[in-house]
């Protein structure tokens, strides 16, 4: 089983989304209970115990909503999506508000995956309820080599996460307000497509050629008609994470969907200062900056 990128719809019932107790989600993914590393691990790999941590995050008044593992072992990589209740209470689909912030949460104890919390977007899609996932805009991360200081740290910088939420909100709002050209938004796809396969040396020929841009490009719902960077970003997001038939798979790989994600958000971030062949040589600098090391995040525990 790999981790796939998929909608959330609401409780026909309640018209809330639904969520998940602790025992329920390690039911789901028994990894999230895990109590051990793997025996495969080096001493210096530091178990770190993802109910733990849920147990503080819910304390804090966060709900679980989602929860994914990469198999059925107690080791294996996982994934648990969170949302605050206030969030919960005040999301109405179809009035005001167009989506809600989230959390992910992904651990492994296997060394397949480091401890790391990305913030991101459920955007809703439609009147229905449909939310799709966007982003990550911030993550935190760290090795499963360090002190019990370090856990410590972990656990102080989730008690900050809400603090930066703001921040996300903001820069949400700035994509809506800056508007691409035809040239931008044709690069941008070419630019997202290129991140998508940053770990090849060249690009699959089935995706080469400007019909697939334009299919990177589709609309698929009214909502997402116009030319706002934060609307083409969700068009070719949505594209590449879920798929386009006949030419290319979803991000299925937990490492796809996140690289994926990120860089096209950095490169929304920089269209709202940077326009034209400006911006395209800095979406190229990024592709050339990041293509030997792994996607850097916005924020490291030092």
Known sequence: ??????????????????????????????????????????????????????????????????????????????????????????????????????VDLFNSHNRSRRFMMAMGYFRQACSNGLLVATGPAEMIRTRHI????????????????SDRFPKVLETIEAFKSREMSEEEQIRFAQFGLRSRYLYRKELPKRVL?????????EVRRPEDEGSSSWVVLNRVQESLIRGVEGVMKGTQAFGDNIRTNQFLWRGAEMALNHSNKDLFNRWEKLLVKDRQRDVQPHLLLN
Not at 146 to 154: A, G, Q, T, V, Y
Not at 209 to 217: A, F, H, K, P
């Open 1 to 102: 089983m790999k981790f796939v990128n998929h909608k959330l719809n609401l409780n026909k019932n309640t018209n809330k989304m639904n969520t998940l107790t602790l025992n329920e989600a390690i039911e789901k993914v028994p990894a999230i209970g895990g109590t051990e590393k793997s025996p495969n691990t080096s001493d210096r790999y530091q178990f770190v115990s993802t109910r733990s941590v849920l147990e503080k995050v819910l304390d804090q008044g966060w709900n679980i909503v989602e929860a994914r593992s990469q198999g059925r072992s107690v080791y294996a990589q996982h994934k648990v999506t969170l949302v605050h209740n206030r969030d919960l209470t005040a999301f109405q689909p179809g009035v005001q508000n167009e989506g809600i912030l989230r």
């Open 146 to 161: 360090f002190s019990d200081d370090r856990l410590e740290s972990i656990m102080a910088r989730i008690d900050t996460l």
């Open 209 to 217: 050629g400007d019909s697939v841009t334009s299919r990177l490009l």
